[in-house]
T-cell receptor, first 114, second 116 residues
Framework: GESVGLHLPTLSVQEGDNSIINCAYS??????FIWYKQESGKGPQFIID?????DKRQGQRVTVLLNKTVKHLSLQIAATQPGDSAVYFC?????????????FGKGTLLTVNP | GAVVSQHPSRVICKSGTSVKIECRSL??????MFWYRQFPKQSLMLMAT?????????EQGVEKDKFLINHASLTLSTLTVTSAHPEDSSFYIC????????????FGPGTRLTVL
């Protein structure tokens, strides 16, 4: 049978295409969201963040969209390159008092084919 | 700026020994440091939150006597895995947060622990 947690969602795209990675978050009280990129054997690398008072934020080649109604977050990568191949995690900040803990999503493995 | 280092990057030890992992914020003072564990093909799971000069706050299910955390200064936190066993083999990652109400956490490169 399948083991919970061992099947990472995957997305395979061609170089130059746009990529969209989705994430459903759990806590409607979360007010800060971040996307991280993690290459094999390395720590997470910050990509872009967004606060709950916004629904869209753009960076260099990346855009984050936030839909609080359905608790959904997406990361769009324009003109995807082979160097974008990695696991992408969304994280939410559940604030409680002075608590700044992050809760990470499951992650999506992005593979860019040349 | 905002660089976090970890040492060692990789460690192999025998079952029953203790291993210490260091996390340093190199160019900023970290009010809070966090320790995560990541098993293969899985997400990061928060183990504990540590504030400089006070006891760490552990997440549910994480044994505080097994995973000792010391945050003695604003630039250094250590995680000691005591009496390590093969099931403790994992990728341990720290992050550091600046103070002043800033949310962003800066992550270290991780430490691969293998317990034989």
């Amino acid at each position: 049978g399948e083991s919970v947690g061992l099947h990472l969602p995957t997305l395979s795209v061609q170089e130059g295409d746009n990529s969209i990675i989705n994430c459903a978050y759990s806590n409607s009280a979360s007010d800060y969201f971040i996307w991280y990129k993690q290459e094999s054997g390395k720590g997470p690398q910050f990509i872009i963040d967004i606060r709950s008072n916004m629904d869209k934020r753009q960076g260099q080649r990346v855009t984050v969209l936030l839909n609080k109604t359905v608790k959904h977050l997406s990361l769009q990568i324009a003109a995807t390159q082979p160097g974008d191949s990695a696991v992408y995690f969304c994280a939410e900040n559940m604030r409680g008092g002075s608590n700044y803990k992050l809760t990470f999503g499951k992650g999506t493995l992005l593979t860019v084919n040349p | 700026g905002a660089v976090v280092s970890q040492h060692p990057s990789r460690v192999i030890c025998k079952s029953g020994t203790s291993v210490k992992i260091e996390c340093r914020s190199l160019d900023f003072q970290a009010t809070t440091m966090f320790w995560y564990r990541q098993f293969p093909k899985q997400s990061l799971m928060l183990m504990a939150t540590s504030n400089e000069g006070s006891k760490a706050t552990y997440e549910q299910g994480v044994e505080k006597d097994k995973f000792l955390i010391n945050h003695a200064s604003l630039t250094l936190s250590t995680l000691t895995v005591t009496s390590a066993h093969p099931e403790d083999s994992s990728f341990y990652i720290c992050s550091a947060r600046r103070g002043g109400g800033m949310n962003e956490q800066f992550f270290g490169p991780g430490t691969r622990l293998t317990v034989l």
